[in-house]
């Protein structure tokens, strides 16, 4: 585990180019995404925005997961719930994804949870799925 997030105290290990999804998928490509996970130690935030400022380009089905730390300042958490606010604005809705966080628990599966809303509220770590669908159950 690593991050580029200084104030959690990793040295740098290397450095690794990025760019934005749509700049490395062809048309058809994302024309056919259904989902996108992001789990990046802290720095998903800007992934999403920009997924969301290019939100039209990718299809409505597509669905993303998206593992938020609302808890590690306010400043960020204030950030992220207005991130969430403006995907909803965008037509997705914001669930909840169970998730302990804990290795046993994918030892010891235990079944499928149906995703809860969002509480826009978190105070912790939290799997979020931004979905267009109109029901889970």
Request: aromatic share 8%; hydrophobic share 40%; net charge negative.
């Amino acid at each position: 585990m690593t991050t580029i997030l200084a104030e959690r105290g990793f040295g740098g290990a290397d450095e690794v180019t990025t760019l934005p999804l749509e700049n490395i998928l062809r048309p058809d490509e994302i024309s056919r995404l259904r989902l996108i996970k992001i789990d990046v130690e802290g720095t998903e935030a800007p992934i999403l925005e920009s997924l969301l400022g290019h939100i039209a380009a990718y299809p409505p089905e597509m669905e993303i997961i998206a593992e938020l730390s609302f808890g590690d300042d306010a400043s960020r958490s204030a950030a992220l719930v207005e991130l969430v606010e403006r995907f909803v604005a965008a037509g997705y809705s914001a669930y909840e994804l169970s998730n302990s966080y804990d290795p046993r628990s994918y030892i010891k599966f235990s079944g499928v949870i149906a995703p809860l809303p969002l509480k826009l509220s978190p105070a912790s770590q939290k799997d979020v799925l931004f979905s267009r669908r109109e029901s889970w159950k």
